[in-house]
């Protein structure tokens, strides 16, 4: 099965998402449970509007926790507000 380039990129995200979650327990206690995951990469438009049109037919399943790449750093943005996790090692 061919998946769609634009969900691999958003795919790669989610992976790297999930390696911090692995790396700081104390994320994991931080989000929301459920929760829709909005991974974003600035450097990358066409995947940012790719991923705010997904999370909108997503809406409904849990609050959405925006996830914003930049380089190594993660920065999270909840409901409740930023959450900042360690820079990634």
Do not use: C, T
Request: aromatic share 6%; no cysteine; charged share 25%.
């Amino acid at each position: 099965m061919v998946r769609n380039p634009m969900e691999l990129r958003i795919g790669r995200l989610h992976g790297l998402f999930v390696e911090h979650l692995l790396r700081d327990p104390g994320l994991r206690e931080a989000l929301p449970h459920p929760f829709v995951l909005v991974a974003l990469d600035p450097s990358d438009p066409e995947l940012m509007a790719y991923a705010l049109e997904a999370a909108k037919r997503s809406a409904g399943e849990g609050p959405m926790v925006y996830a914003l790449f930049q380089g190594e750093e993660l920065r999270l943005i909840a409901p409740e507000g930023p959450i900042l996790p360690a820079r990634a090692a």
